[in-house]
């Protein structure tokens, strides 16, 4: 159905598909204790950012220099961890409205292609999505993850060289779809000249995500005509 693929879906995960309210952490909590002997009492912000910004972050406020040996370790403790939730992940949160439906209808429209660009880790991104059965029509290959860069906008860059790459195409900015919750999701989408969806089921809301830029707002992905009529006009 994608052999001759003209617009790029790339998805943010955490509170625009799902919802897993304090799993991360829980996660940095255990990885940080493991990989850095660090006793994590305050919790980072987590929307919208990378997985190399937070663990930068967390490793510098707590007096220890992060190197790239260590932020590797804070994250195969992280993945650790997640390997270990995977079978329960389900049981801690949700899909949200119209996630699954969203995924579904555009899969099944010509020249459509959908993947990833989330702070998550590779590893984690699979087990969240495939926890709640939202897995199978994204591409996992050619998406932007938060150990590529600390700059959300680079994710963008990376998810669309990768998709070129293997589809043998390009991707005008136009034709490139960034859907997430946050500003930060707005901005990678406009520095990159693509369509910059928000969706209100996270920390922000409409007016906030309109502020930022976003070309099109939804209070949740359920009403799946107007998710297909707005990412492919």
Same mark, same amino acid.
């Given at each position: 159905?994608?052999?001759?693929?003209n617009r790029?879906?790339?998805?943010?995960?955490?509170?625009? =598909?799902?919802?897993?309210? $304090?799993?991360?952490? /829980?996660?940095? #909590?255990?990885? @940080?204790?493991?990989? *850095?002997?660090?006793? !994590?009492?305050?919790?980072?912000?987590?929307?919208?950012?990378?997985?190399?910004?937070?663990?930068?972050?967390?490793?510098?406020?707590?007096?220890?220099?992060?190197?790239?040996?260590?932020?590797?370790?804070?994250?195969?403790?992280?993945?650790?961890?997640?390997?270990?939730?995977?079978?329960?992940?389900?049981?801690?949160?949700?899909?949200?409205?119209?996630?699954?439906?969203?995924?579904?209808? =555009?899969a099944a429209?010509? $020249?459509?292609?959908? /993947?990833?660009? #989330?702070?998550? @880790?590779?590893?984690? *991104?699979?087990?969240? !999505?495939?926890?709640?059965?939202?897995?199978?029509?994204?591409?996992?290959?050619?998406?932007?993850?938060?150990?590529?860069?600390?700059?959300?906008?680079?994710?963008?860059?990376?998810?669309?060289?990768?998709?070129?790459?293997?589809?043998?195409?390009?991707?005008?900015?136009?034709?490139?779809?960034?859907?997430?919750?946050?500003?930060?999701?707005?901005?990678?989408?406009?520095?990159?000249g693509a369509?910059?969806?928000?969706?209100?089921?996270?920390?922000?809301?409409?007016?906030?995500?309109?502020?930022?830029? *976003?070309?099109?707002? !939804?209070?949740?992905?359920?009403?799946?005509?107007?998710?297909?009529?707005?990412?492919?006009?």
């Amino acid at each position: 159905m994608n052999d001759d693929p003209n617009r790029l879906v790339l998805w943010d995960i955490d509170l625009t =598909l799902i919802e897993l309210p $304090g799993i991360g952490g /829980s996660w940095y #909590t255990e990885a @940080l204790a493991t990989a *850095a002997g660090i006793d !994590l009492t305050e919790m980072p912000k987590f929307a919208g950012r990378t997985e190399l910004a937070i663990t930068s972050e967390l490793l510098t406020a707590h007096g220890v220099e992060p190197t790239g040996a260590l932020v590797r370790h804070v994250w195969r403790e992280l993945i650790s961890a997640s390997t270990r939730s995977r079978p329960t992940l389900s049981e801690h949160g949700r899909a949200l409205p119209g996630a699954a439906d969203a995924l579904t209808a =555009l899969a099944a429209r010509d $020249g459509v292609v959908q /993947s990833l660009v #989330t702070g998550n @880790l590779p590893e984690i *991104a699979e087990h969240k !999505l495939s926890a709640f059965g939202l897995h199978a029509h994204l591409d996992f290959e050619i998406g932007g993850y938060g150990s590529f860069s600390a700059h959300r906008p680079d994710l963008v860059e990376r998810a669309v060289a990768l998709a070129e790459a293997k589809h043998d195409t390009r991707f005008a900015p136009e034709a490139v779809v960034v859907v997430g919750d946050t500003p930060h999701d707005v901005e990678s989408a406009l520095r990159h000249g693509a369509m910059a969806v928000g969706v209100a089921t996270g920390w922000f809301g409409g007016d906030e995500l309109r502020e930022s830029g *976003a070309h099109l707002v !939804l209070d949740d992905l359920s009403d799946t005509t107007a998710v297909l009529s707005g990412f492919l006009s």
